[in-house]
Each structure stands twice: as C-alpha cells, then as structure tokens.
C-alpha cells in the first residue's frame, strides 16, 4: 500500500504537469518497455462524432455518410469517406472495401483496395455493388465504374486510370442505377452537355439519352426499366422513357419559395420519394407514380434540436425493401431511418453535440476547441480543460463548470479581463495550474506554418485564473513579437504549450518565435532556450540555452527534477527534446512522419498532431498522436510504444479494447491513470502493468 506521503507527492508532481528525470547515459541494454492492460472510460462529454469502426447501430462511426443504395435483402450501402460500408438488417455495420486513410484507386480485397471521392452507387440484382468515383491521376478529373462483389473484391469495369487504355472515358458522374439484368445507368457529364450511358456487365458503353446543359445528379431506375433524372439547375425531376422520351415528373415543387430537390429515390413498388429543401424547413415527399397522389412522409424543421437536425446535414436519402426510408446525415456522422409513419430514429453512428453544456459526466458537452485545447489537473484531482473559448473545470466526480469565459455556440474571441464568464478569452490552448491553485492558459492564435510572421492583429497572452476566479493579463499582450519583459511589456508569438514547475515559474511553448520561454511568478519573462525562426532552416539543433534551435515547438511537460520535455515539428520528422535545469537541449526521441506502431518497425509519429504530452513519476513520455488517434509512450531510453488506439481504428470505443478519435491533450490524475483530451469528451485511461 502506497504511503500516504507518496500520494501527496505524486499529487503536487501532477499539479505542475510532471513526470521525472533520465540519467545522461541510456543503459548499454535497456529493458523492454512495460505492457500494460488499458480501460477507457468516461469523465464528462459525448463519444460520439466521426471515424470508421464497425459495429451495431450506435457503437458504429461513421467519417462522412454520403450516397446509398439499398438491395431487397434489407442491406444499406453507404458511402464513407473513399469507402464502402454495409448496413445489414439489424444496423450491423462492417466495411465492405476501401481505405479511410487512403483515396486512391486501387483494385483488391477490402481495406487493399481504394477509390476516390464516391459521387454515387447501387445495388446489382447479383448482390455486387457498383461505385462511379472521381479519380485524378492523370491529367485531368475522370471517373471511374468500380464492381464491389459480395466477399469485397474491388475490380474496375469502366472509365480510365493513368497507365491503363480507357474501356470508355468518362467525365464526372453523379448518378448510378442499375436495372433487373444488371445494366448499369450514370450520368456522365461533359461541359456543356450531359449524357446518360448504359453499360452493359460485360462493360460494353453505349449511350440512352443526351441532355442538354450540365449538372444533372441522383439517377434511379423503376420496375419498368424507366430513368429518372435530377436537373440541378432547373431544379426538377426528368423521366426518361425506354424509347428515349423525356418528360419532366410532377413533382410538388414548391418553386416560388426555392425550394429544391437534395436527393431522391424510387422504391420497388415504383413510387417515388424526394427529400425537398427550403431555407427554413424539409421534408420527404412520396409520389405514387401509378395514381399521382402525394403525401409528405416526414416534415424537417430547420433548427439543431429537430430530430433530423440542421437542413445542411441531410445528404441523401434511399428506400429498403421493408418501406423505410434512410437518411444519410452527414455534418452528424449518423444515418437516420423512418418509418412510413413518420417515425424518425438514429440507425447506425452517433452524432456529437458541439454546444457547450455545463452539466455532470454525459450530461455535460463540449464545444470545438482547436487542436492545442489542453489539459490539466490540480492537487485535490479536479481537471481544467480549454474550450473554444472559454475554460472548463471538471471536479472528480464528473462536474463540468465553466470558471471563465464564454461557452456560446459562436463565442465571442476577444482579450477581456474581468470575473469568471464576464471575461473573454481568444483562443485557449495550453492550461497549467500552479501550487496555489492559479490557473495559467495559453492565449494565441494559430496555424502549421514552420516558420508564420507575427501580426499587430494576433493575441499573445498568458491569461491568470484566480482562485476566486479573477482573470487577468499575466504576461504578453494582444500585439505578437518577441520581446523579454514584465508583464505586459514582454511579447508572444502564438504561445502554446505550458507548464508550471514547483516554484511557481512558467514555461511557455512560444510557438511561432520558435523558443522556450520563462516567466517568473513576478512576471519576468526571458527567453529559456532556442533561437528566433529562421526560414528554411527547419532542422531541430541541440545546444545549451539560446544556442539550442526548435523547428515548431508545441506541447510541453515537466519531471520531479525539472527537466523539460518539449515536442518539437519540422519539414520531416517529430522529436521529442529534453531541456535540463540548466538549459541544455537534446534530443530524446525523433520519428518520420507515418503510422507505423509495430514492435521493431522504425519510428513514426503523426504529422499536424497537437504535440501535446505529460510526463510520468518516471520521466517516461506519453504523447497525444492526434493523426494516428492514439496515446504513445516514449520511454527514457528513447524506445517508442503505442498504448492505445490505432491509426487504423478511428473512433471512441469505451471498455477494455478501447479505441479513440484524435486525441488532442493528457494529464495524470494519479500513476497509470491518464486523463485524455478529445474533441468531445474528456476521457480515462487507466493502465494495468502486466
């Protein structure tokens, strides 16, 4: 049982955001990295939001549900993000081919094979899928017939890629249909006329119908073998007939309103149903084409609290064999299903509320920080987070309370000092909190640039939280520069990363001057390590103090001895740079931008992460790798491991195969228990030695 006096120790250490020393000689043998048994949990927040893992109904992601198709076995087909995912009845979810990470067009099984953007697809009566994509690797934008069979087997049957003859070349199409012998139908449009082309399963192209003008989507196909055609900028719906005549549908259009068709579908009693947008309102509409009459199915209203939400998240819609009706909702990450009743419910993925709520564990939401958002945690085991624009206080229990700021969904960004929300805030990034309880935020702006030049217009402050919550100016100003100083007289530029060691000094992640710098409790400010930016020189240098270079410096942490970890961004790689007390830089760890996690593969980082880290009662690094969604640990001895998550499992999985979603910032709350950072939620992980 740990004494009572290691507890309060390991407390004070997490307060000032630490972790501890390494000797300055690696061990000629190192031993082998822990293996640890994790659980994810939640603190506070929602899991849902965007990814790419399989599941049933809600425990499903989804990056970007687009065009479906539905077949008479009660299978959903959506496109995701450069892949095709399957819906079978029951809402079970799994990836039927493709690649999230990889929007290339590449023939082979599952997630070997790839495509680009899918503007459309459907259902052959042989259960094969057919997808119409964009494709740009050769000298201009095509698209491309792909076939999808039952076991994902990816083959192309039309279109053109670069090095291959084109069995027919086409321009970019929006609509696919099939019809009952398994001839394919698309749009295929060429400036300043549109096509459509019949291809045959042997791949034979021949052409149905010209039309004249361009923007022509969403086609599908009756019973009878007749087409029906979207006219985007006449905003109407055009039939065409086996023997090539063209009528337009009459559809309920309320025109003098602007309303117009977003998607439409025919189901297999050939009615058809349309989805029809105005400014304010939606709604599907069902036409049965053998009587004319109309009915409307479901009635959208325009607001965030509508069941089907906001107007700009609906993308399509397409009919299953029972009747249903799916909506593809895609800002949301969710596809919908309702009922010829009406009856509208989530089927598959789960939406993210990006409202800022104060409340308890789930009840409470977040709003959308940006990338550097931190984290931090005091001695009592309350966290404090950074939102959009405000900063958010998490007591052990799950309690979110906004202590300052302002928590609107648009907020307003401005340097304000006063009390608690009163104040403003402009863009919060790192948080620290010091021994006394004060909490110290990061204030900037910010962007990827290596080497960006400071603005009149960029706010660059340390902002101080009181206990009481007081809010003011500890250091920097709304004018960016460098200048070493008191108070307000010093200047910042994009200040991001910070940490408070046991003394009560702060040292500050100055991102965009490319340093480390210093503030006493008094507010001095100096430059601690590294040197002004200079272009083109993007390689990180060892050294001791000013003599040191950091190529874009981001995340910060600090150990029991007052060694500084910093992470550190250039052309071509991530390194991990130690400082000591006295100032002397060197580099712990580096690795080439990738994915690679594999015991004994080379090292590789994500690039455009957020770089933030924390540090154990060790000195071992833990590292939020926001592009690959997971938690790496960078040992004393320089070796790297993953802990959590994968780049190729994007999504928040609670339970003891967790998985996560872009992870932005961590904090220990006690020892192998991490607090993590997310766009959504505030999670934990807790980590079992084996």
Not at 206 to 232: K, R, Y
Not at 538 to 550: E, L
Request: neutral net charge.
């Amino acid at each position: 049982m740990r004494s009572a006096v290691v507890v309060f120790l390991f407390s004070m250490l997490v307060a000032c955001g630490g972790g501890s020393s390494r000797d300055a000689q690696a061990p000629a043998t190192p031993n082998p990295p822990p293996v640890f048994k994790t659980e994810l949990s939640l603190i506070a927040g929602n899991i849902g939001g965007p990814g790419d893992l399989d599941g049933i109904g809600m425990d499903a992601r989804f990056y970007a549900p687009g065009r479906m198709a539905a077949d008479m076995a009660g299978n959903l087909y959506v496109a995701d993000r450069c892949t095709v995912r399957k819906i079978a009845p029951g809402a079970v979810v799994t990836t039927l081919a493709g690649n999230p990470n990889s929007c290339a067009t590449r023939d082979g099984k599952g997630n070997t094979a790839g495509f680009g953007l899918i503007n459309a697809l459907g259902v052959a009566p042989d259960g094969a899928v057919y997808v119409a994509h964009s494709d740009s690797s050769g000298a201009t934008i095509h698209s491309i017939i792909r076939r999808i069979s039952k076991d994902g087997t990816v083959t192309t049957l039309a279109g053109m890629q670069s090095g291959m003859e084109p069995a027919a070349e086409f321009g970019y199409i929006a609509g696919l249909a099939l019809d009952r012998e398994g001839n394919i139908y698309v749009t295929d449009e060429k400036s300043p006329s549109t096509a459509i082309r019949k291809i045959t399963p042997s791949g034979v192209v021949t052409t149905v119908a010209n039309l004249a003008g361009t923007l022509f989507e969403h086609l599908a196909i009756d019973s009878a073998g007749d087409l029906f055609v979207q006219n985007w900028i006449r905003n109407e719906i055009i039939k065409i007939g086996r023997d090539g005549t063209q009528t337009i549908v009459p559809f309920p259009i309320n025109t003098s309103q602007n309303e117009s068709v977003v998607s439409f579908a025919v189901d297999a009693q050939n009615n058809l149903f349309a989805l029809l947008v105005l400014s304010t309102t939606a709604r599907i509409v069902k036409l049965e084409t053998v009587t004319g009459s109309v009915s409307t199915i479901v009635q959208i209203s325009g607001t965030t609290t509508d069941p089907l939400g906001a107007l700009s998240d609906v993308k399509a819609i397409a009919i299953g064999s029972d009747g249903n009706v799916f909506v593809s909702a895609s800002p949301r990450y969710v596809i919908r299903k309702i009922t010829p009743e009406g009856t509208i419910a989530t089927y598959a993925g789960a939406e993210a509320p990006s409202e800022p709520k104060d409340g308890i564990g789930s009840a409470a939401s977040f709003g959308v920080p940006n990338l550097y958002a931190g984290i931090g945690s005091d001695a009592a085991g309350n966290l404090y987070v950074t939102d959009t624009a405000s900063v958010r206080r998490i007591s052990p229990s799950g309690n979110v309370v906004t202590i300052a700021g302002d928590t609107a969904r648009n907020p307003t960004r401005a340097v304000i000092n006063g009390k608690g929300i009163e104040a403003r805030f402009s863009n919060p990034a790192g948080i620290t909190i010091d021994m006394a309880g004060n909490v110290y935020v990061a204030d900037g702006t910010y962007s990827f640039s290596l080497y960006p030049r400071p603005s009149s217009i960029d706010n660059a402050s340390i902002r101080k939280i009181s206990p009481t919550g007081e809010v003011g100016t500890f250091a920097g100003s709304v004018l960016s520069g460098y200048v070493d100083g008191n108070g307000e007289v010093a200047r910042f530029f994009r200040p991001q990363g910070i940490v408070a060691d046991r003394t009560g000094n702060l040292y500050v992640v100055d991102s965009g001057n490319c340093m480390i710098r210093k503030i006493t409790p008094n507010g001095t400010v100096t430059t601690f390590a590294g040197m002004p930016c200079v272009s083109g020189q993007g390689a990180s240098q060892d050294g001791v103090g000013t003599g040191a270079r950091f190529a874009a410096p981001a995340g910060i942490a600090i150990d029991p001895s007052g060694n500084l970890y910093v992470t550190d961004f250039d052309a071509d790689a991530l390194s991990i740079r130690k400082i000591t007390p006295t100032g002397v830089v060197s580099t712990l760890a580096r690795g080439a931008y990738g994915n690679a996690s594999d015991p004994g593969a080379p090292i590789q980082f994500g690039q455009f992460g957020s770089g933030n880290i924390a540090a154990d009662a060790a000195g071992n690094i833990y590292l939020a790798d926001t592009p690959n969604h997971s938690i790496r640990r960078i040992g004393q001895d320089g070796v790297v491991t993953t802990i959590v998550g994968s780049s190729a499992s994007a999504g928040i999985r609670l339970g003891t195969s967790p998985s996560l979603y872009r992870p932005f910032s961590l904090a220990f709350l006690a020892p192998d228990v991490l607090a993590i950072r997310t766009e959504t939620s505030v999670l934990k992980l807790t980590l079992t030695r084996q």
